[in-house]
């Protein structure tokens, strides 16, 4: 990287928590999100529970004013922006509003729009649709909407790149910064709990209990893991380059070391049993970072509870990381926020700030039976304090894509 790039806020909003203050805590607690969906119809389902962010009311973060014709992914988005700029202090003006930016990893985020203006169009014809909520149904109008709502003027990017897409927005957003394109980036992503997407995910077998109608259990790394807990999520991430956020007092959380991402094109929906792909991506992030696996005190995995990808993650840090692999902690928070797609790499990176600044690893919680095939440190069920300076930062799908991110303590 050219240019030292710094993290000077974060606004977050997951199942287990609003606000970095209280996401923090919720991870430090090892709190769950999961509960009875209650936005849609489940009953006629195995599957009951998911990762919703309950009783949201866009009103708190936004005000009254032109919240009528926005979809929830939107809404969702539009308070993380709310809470990143005011954790961040920014102040955006006409005179700095071309220098900031915003980039916004979501793939799913339109589904709800595009369905129900469709189901308008064909059940009543295309003359009846509503003109208002057709905006919605473009995958990039929830980070369009982030940029009108706060007068942000620099580039405006979406990326879809499945289960990385936000921490691929994350990269761009540090591209752009090294290229001098913007002194300041809102950079994170968004997805909605809606029928549809829980629904895709429940008919693909992808979730826990939709295959044998057993309670559903999110525990990545314990033998008993059989699928996922969907959720919903949205998280910005202020990012700065440093002289610029020295220059206007900014409190800096951390600093960025390095992003990386490689393709493994395996088979669609399909993850590559060796893994070659998040192996080859977390040994550029460390080469290009200069650092050894002894530099890295903790990893954020991606561990979702399915068991290929659990055990793929393990066998990739044994690889990579050698004799060391078993002395790093390695924890899975999507064991308490459910595994929320494209927002999931976002709140990864926001609960890896919160190790670093606050000093525990967040526990990777309902581990009680250990997997013969996964046997790394994954500080089970209770947070660990720790003092830690590098934090690895694991996101990978099972169509190819792969990216890490490694942060690291912020000193002068």
Known sequence: MDKRIVISGIGVLASNGVGRAQYWQSLRQGKTGFKEVSLFDVSNLKVKIAGEISDFDAKVFLGQKGLRSLDRSTKLLCSAGKLAIDDAALNITEENSQDTGVVVGTTLGSVYSISEFDKTALREGPRFVNPAEFPNTVINSPGSQVSIKFNIKGFNTTISTGFTASLDAIGYAIDFINFGRANVVLAGGVEEMCIQTFLGFYKLEFMSGSKDGN????????????????????AFLVLEELEHALSRGANILVEITNFSSVFDPYRINKYNPRGDGI???MRLALEEARLKPQDIDYICANANSTVKADKIETDAIKEIFGNQAKKIPVSAIKSMTGECFSVSAVLQVAAAVGAVKEGFIPPTVNYHEKDPECDLDYVPNQARQKEIR???????????????LIIKRYEK
Not at 215 to 234: T, V
Not at 390 to 404: M, R
């Open 215 to 234: 309670l559903p259990i999110c525990c990545p790394f314990d033998k008993r893991r059989n699928g996922i807990i969907f959720g919903e999520g949205a």
């Open 279 to 281: 192996k080859n991506a």
């Open 390 to 404: 590098n934090v690895l930062v694991n996101s990978f799908g099972p169509s190819g894509n792969n990216s890490c």
